[in-house]
């Protein structure tokens, strides 16, 4: 079975966004024909058609985390992660006047123009891949997130050590303490965790 086949026969459990471009793509599909570039957005609405939700696990601790730095005065708090397979992953809590406030967007580094977007984490912790996700990153993705669910802090401070750059911030790290325990004493503050001897 071929992408259009796949995505016409699933189109009904995507979300309703999803199912309008869908049957947009399918309509001009049965006409004249799709483009490379529309091909390829068939292929991620068949896997996403196809891969049902993931239960993340209890994200309180992930919102906590970025809600507690909004408190301390970080405007667009952010998380960055790196799964095994050198995939760069950021959190952002979704804001009061977006379509879904308090959920928490999960996307790839990168400008707003070019970063991809992976899917949202609701509330209930279950993850719903969209825009970018793919039958072959969205297992990872998963992974990770789990992982994060189960230790927000270590699991983000891991990318730090990991890459030499503020979890929380993405700027580089010099400091030999922040080096090792993944992000800036400034940060540290912000988001209310442990740096230096208390770490």
Known sequence: MNAIETLRENVGKLSEHDRDFAQSLLEQAAGRGLSAKQFAWVDRLAARATTPPASIGDV???????????????????????????????????????????TVWVMSAGSFGDRAFYG???????????????????????????????DPAGTAAAYGRMTGACCLCSADLSDPISVEVGYGRICAKKYGLPWGARS
Do not use: Q, W
Request: charge should be positive; proline fraction near 8%; aromatic fraction near 2%.
């Open 60 to 102: 309180t601790g992930i919102v906590s985390l970025m809600t507690d730095a909004m408190g301390r005065g970080a405007k667009r708090p952010r998380i960055r992660l790196r799964t095994p397979g050198g995939l760069d992953l950021v959190l952002a809590i979704a804001g009061p006047t977006s379509r879904e406030p308090g």
């Open 120 to 150: 949202r984490i609701a509330k209930d912790g279950t993850f719903s891949p969209r825009g970018d996700a793919t039958a072959e990153n969205t297992p990872e993705i998963v992974a990770m997130l789990r992982a994060m669910a189960m």
